[in-house]
């Protein structure tokens, strides 16, 4: 499974992004996806997670109720829809997939290249 992730770029605060993670290979569309994201200085932290149907999601406390992650299995595409953003959203946001569906990173079997989402106060 290769992962590209797309559609970072500069924001201002509150407004929304929609960033995007296409997946290649037979298996994409059975893996669980993941978003993570790394500001400067500080460790890579789960964002959303979304199971192989989309019939599962999860978030982390930081961004529930403001980020969307859903899944379009036709395309192999994940998408998080990124909406009331704020400065310290700021950060490299990669996509993961694995079988296994949760917030711990090292479970995850393959990497996106990462895409950069600035939010400017």
């Known amino acids: 499974v290769q992962l590209q992730a797309s559609g970072g770029g500069l924001v201002q605060a509150g407004g929304s992004l929609r960033v995007s993670c296409v997946g290649s290979g037979r298996r994409f569309s059975w893996n669980s996806v993941g978003w993570f994201r790394q500001a400067p200085g500080k460790e890579r932290e789960f964002v959303a997670a979304?199971?192989?149907?989309?019939?599962?999601?999860y978030y982390a406390d930081s961004v529930k109720g403001r980020f969307i992650i859903s899944r379009d299995n036709v395309k192999n595409t994940v998408y998080l829809q990124m909406n009331s953003l704020k400065p310290e959203d700021t950060a490299v946001y990669y996509c993961?997939?694995?079988?296994?569906?949760?917030?711990?990173?090292?479970?995850?079997?393959?990497w996106g290249q990462g895409t950069l989402v600035t939010v400017s106060s």
């Open positions: 979304i199971s192989w149907s989309g019939g599962s999601s």
């Open positions: 993961a997939a694995s079988i296994y569906s949760g917030s711990d990173s090292g479970r995850y079997d393959y």
